[in-house]
């Protein structure tokens, strides 16, 4: 079985208010990109990955007016996907839905979120990701309240071969310190991102953990925002979130490589265009973690980075959309499920 992660930026953008594909020549939101360009590259891409279920990080938007699950089935209808289900979370407020789109041939997925229901006074013990996280952020003796702007996708998944197993598809806060005017302020909001980021992960970490006493099959995957020395502000804590996440026992190759390696080349998932300098930021964002009794299951990673993927560049057309269709590139995980 085939398993994807995916974060397909500006998603939302390419769907009208009837959760229809809008192929025409406006901009799509990527980088002189148009609509058409990038619902072109995604069907591309999609079709080459022949996954069985990918977990979609940015999915189109849940709200008045448009349906997550209704477009990217509608989506998978266009292009002729065999992964034309789709399964939903909690909706939020960013327009940055996390879905899966599956093959209900080859499994059966439903959300199934674990926790207590908080509402907006909090509990300390992991609860529903939909609620509030209570831990001391400034080691000030008094607690705040986290929330997950993008609550974790739970799902409880059973493949055609009868396998059971849990997936938790993840979105972190990104680090950017939006609002900033000044250097101080940056350093501020940036600190200030990274210790909610690092709650966020302890939160996540607490349910993998409930999992593993479990005895659960489990595999999270999705975009963390964070890896090992990717900025200054790490040092400050410590260890990044994704170590957080890993832990002792959850297996990434791609995260291990980077946590044991500071120097080098070192894999990515991402490619952003730096335009103050018109240069490319590469980074490792894109994780598929598995619990310790996956590891039996021939586990098999790849990312189809244009560039260092010998398939992908090898074929033009692949190499091509890969480039158009998103900011990060897909990320699969080949399991005997």
């Not at 591309?44 to 080459?48: M, P």
């Not at 069985?52 to 448009?66: F, S």
């Given at each position: 079985?085939?398993?994807?992660t ?14 229809r594909?809008?192929?025409?020549d406006?901009?799509?939101?990527r980088?002189?990109?148009t ?5 072109e590259?995604?069907g ?5 990955l022949e996954a ?15 349906d997550?699950?209704v477009a ?12 034309r ?5 909690f ?5 940055q839905?996390?879905a ?5 041939d ?5 959300h199934d ?7 907006g006074?909090?509990d ?5 990701f939909d609620?509030?996280?209570?831990i ?11 929330t997950?702007?993008k609550?974790p996708?739970?799902?409880a998944?059973?493949t055609?071969?009868?396998t ?5 598809g993840?979105?972190?806060?990104s ?5 900033a005017t ?6 501020r909001?940036s ?19 409930q999992?593993?006493e479990?005895?659960d099959?489990?595999?999270l995957?999705?975009d ?5 020395g ?6 400050l804590?410590?260890?990044s979130?994704v ?12 995260a291990?490589?980077?946590l044991?390696?500071r120097?080098?080349a070192?894999?990515?998932t991402?490619?952003?265009?730096m335009r ?6 590469q ?11 996956l ?12 560039f260092?993927d010998?398939?992908?560049w090898?074929?033009?057309e692949?190499?091509?959309?890969l ?15």
């Open positions: 079985m085939r398993l994807a995916y974060n397909v930026e500006w998603f939302a953008n390419l769907f009208d208010e009837q959760n594909l809008v192929a025409d406006g901009w799509s939101g980088q002189d990109v609509r058409r360009q990038q619902i590259a995604l591309i891409v999609f079709t080459a069985d279920a990918v977990l979609i990080v940015e999915a189109p938007n849940t709200g008045r007016r448009q997550t699950v990217l089935e509608h989506f998978a209808e266009r292009f002729q996907l065999r992964q289900r789709a399964v939903m979370g909706a939020n407020d960013t327009q839905e996390i899966l789109l599956y093959d209900p080859a499994l059966s997925a439903r979120p674990r926790g207590a229901e908080t509402g006074k909090g300390r013990q992991a609860p529903r609620g509030s996280f209570r001391d952020l400034n080691f000030d003796a008094s607690e705040d309240l986290v997950f702007s609550p996708l739970e799902l998944v059973r055609a071969q009868g059971e197993l849990r997936l938790i993840a979105h972190l806060k680090k950017a310190p939006h609002g000044n250097r101080d302020a940056v350093m909001i600190i200030a991102n990274r210790r909610k980021q690092l709650a966020q992960a302890i939160w996540l970490r607490a349910r993998i953990e999992h593993l479990a005895g099959s489990l595999i995957m999705g963390l925002n964070d890896g090992p990717l900025d200054e502000y790490e040092g804590f410590g260890r979130s170590e957080i996440l890993l832990g002792d026992e959850l297996f990434d190759p791609h291990r490589q980077a044991q390696r120097l080098g070192m894999p990515t991402a490619r952003f265009l103050d300098r018109q240069t490319y930021l980074a490792l964002l894109d994780y598929a973690m598995v619990s310790p009794d590891m039996a299951r021939r586990p098999a990673w790849r990312i189809w980075h244009p260092d010998a398939r992908c090898q074929v033009s692949l190499r091509d959309a480039l158009t269709a998103s900011d990060h590139f897909p990320l699969t995980l080949d399991i005997e499920i």
